[in-house]
Each structure stands twice: as C-alpha cells, then as structure tokens.
C-alpha cells in the first residue's frame, strides 16, 4: 500500500479531520474561482519531505500539517490544539491496518501568526511503511517425507 495513502486514509477517517481537508480543497476552489478572499474556515495542510534523519528506514517521509483558523476567531486559537490531538489519535492508531507506522512526532509551540488570512499550528510526522507478509505462490503442504501414511494405505500413497 501507497504510504501517503494509507497516512490520508486514517486522517480521513476521522469526520472532523476529513471535512478540514474538505475545506481546504474548498478554500482553493474559492482563490482560483473568485481570486479573492478564500471562506472563513478552517482547515488543514499537508506536505511530504524526505526524512532528514539516518536513524529511519530508507522509505520514510515526513508529513508537515498545518491546521488553520481565519484570523478573525484568532481568540479561539486553543482550537488548533483540539484539532492536533485529534490528529495524533487519528495516525496512533496503532498498527491495526498493518500499513504504516509513526516514528517521531513534532509540534511548533506557538502559534504562527504570519499566514495572510490565517493563523496557524503545525505538527511533523515521521512515517514509514510496515513491511508486508507476502503470501506464497503455491499451498503448504503440511505433510512431512517421514510421516506414516494413514491406516489402510500403503507407502508412497496417500
């Protein structure tokens, strides 16, 4: 499985963190139709590096998310940390659909006030894919050369 999907899919699963995306996609729809001021929503970013750390696997990315809220309900800023915990529960869910795992998390301690009509808080992932098993091509056979062959059988006959 594609590892920024598998990330996308546990965000998205998530109701309030899915209509943030949601919202997102809305708020460009708005910029590119209109050319002015996007909605008075908030919504989340997200951007994919290369991890810049020797100790991770080879296929790990990060994943920078930025939640935004308009400027103008800057006094309800406490939201991007509700936000942000829910995104944290949403990626920890463990390793329950055997596709990716979280390596580190980061969070800015302030909030970002230098948006254009935003203000915003920002959390890095470090993600990897969890190996797969793969199944084989052909069916075990449980049977060994030196077992005995049921009762009424003769060797080499089963």
Request: aromatic residues 6%.
């Amino acid at each position: 499985m594609d590892l920024r999907l598998a990330v996308f899919e546990r965000i998205a699963g998530d109701d309030l963190l899915r209509r943030l995306l949601v919202n997102y996609a809305d708020r460009l729809d708005d910029l590119v139709g209109t050319g002015g001021p996007a909605s008075d929503t908030c919504y989340l970013t997200l951007q994919w590096s290369p991890v810049d750390s020797h100790d991770a696997p080879h296929d790990a990315e990060s994943m920078t998310v930025r939640a935004h809220m308009p400027r103008s309900r800057a006094d309800e800023y406490w939201y991007l940390d509700v936000v942000l915990r829910r995104l944290d529960a949403a990626l920890e869910v463990g390793d329950a659909d055997g596709a990716v795992k979280v390596l580190h998390g980061r969070t800015s301690s302030e909030v970002i006030e230098t948006g254009a009509d935003t203000i915003f808080k920002t959390r890095t992932y470090d993600v990897a894919p969890l190996p797969t098993s793969r199944a084989l091509p052909f069916p075990r056979d449980l049977g060994t050369m030196d077992s005995a062959p049921p009762e009424g059988t003769a060797p080499g006959h089963r």
